[in-house]
């Protein structure tokens, strides 16, 4: 099963343009962590301008395999361009509540996005400083970025766990590694999650602390390799325009 990521270019001109560029430039994750692209497994395609439903957009296809930090570094990528070139809008539906539901959300200013598969709502992009992110509402800290496309703020780190104890339990790490079978165990003393609101959220700050102690390593490294790359995409677009 595949999935698509995409934007709406902001112009017809800009769209060609920037594809173009795109094709040229992009690099794919197992060439950027020095992997050997015949053993791919689940990745990410090209990027595309033959986006289903979307005919001004642009994007990537993925397979559902796709995980860990490959999977940050598409969203990244697809996030950087629409802050860059894509389309943008002062009010948009999202998923932004916990129960899914579609909710209009209006911004002081327009605000680029992107759009995931065929769903009908829309993924804001918000470029943020880290001191910014607690002024902005509990539900859209969510969509908190830095100017490269890479989520920060609260709830990036929850996402940058999952990637990292993603690649380690692919490579079999959770099995054959001490210190993470250290963690392992620190995280199951905890017990199971309360059922009191208050001492759930103070359980899971403690998990937190517990995974970062052990996998902060593999993000940091991870994630400065998903800004360098797009540094890189930065620089060599900015000699275009």
Same mark, same amino acid.
């Given at each position: ?7 709406? !270019? ?72 629409? !802050? ?158």
């Amino acid at each position: 099963m595949g999935y698509t990521i995409s934007i709406p !270019i902001k112009s017809k001109k800009i769209r060609v343009k920037f594809f173009k560029f795109m094709e040229k430039n992009f690099r794919h994750w197992s060439i950027i962590t020095g992997k050997n692209p015949d053993e791919w497994q689940g990745s990410g395609g090209p990027p595309t301008d033959e986006v289903w439903e979307r005919p001004t957009s642009i994007g990537f296809d993925y397979q559902s395999g796709m995980c860990g930090f490959e999977r940050d570094y598409l969203y990244s990528v697809i996030r950087w361009m629409a !802050i860059k070139v894509g389309d943008r809008l002062p009010e948009m539906k999202t998923d932004e509540t916990d129960d899914d539901h579609e909710v209009s959300v209006t911004f002081p200013q327009p605000v680029p996005y992107y759009n995931y598969d065929c769903e009908p709502f829309e993924n804001p992009v918000l470029v943020v400083s880290e001191n910014q992110i607690p002024t902005l509402d509990k539900n859209s800290r969510q969509w908190a970025v830095d100017e490269w496309g890479i989520r920060i703020g609260p709830t990036a780190i929850d996402h940058q766990i999952m990637s990292a104890s993603e690649i380690m339990l692919k490579d079999g790490f959770l099995f054959n590694e001490s210190p993470i079978n250290e963690m392992t165990e620190k995280v199951k003393a905890l017990g199971q999650k309360p059922s009191n609101p208050d001492e759930e959220e103070a359980w899971w700050e403690r998990r937190k602390t517990i995974q970062l102690k052990y996998l902060k390593p593999t993000i940091d490294e991870n994630l400065t390799l998903i800004r360098k790359e797009i540094q890189r995409l930065g620089q060599l677009w900015m000699s275009e325009v």
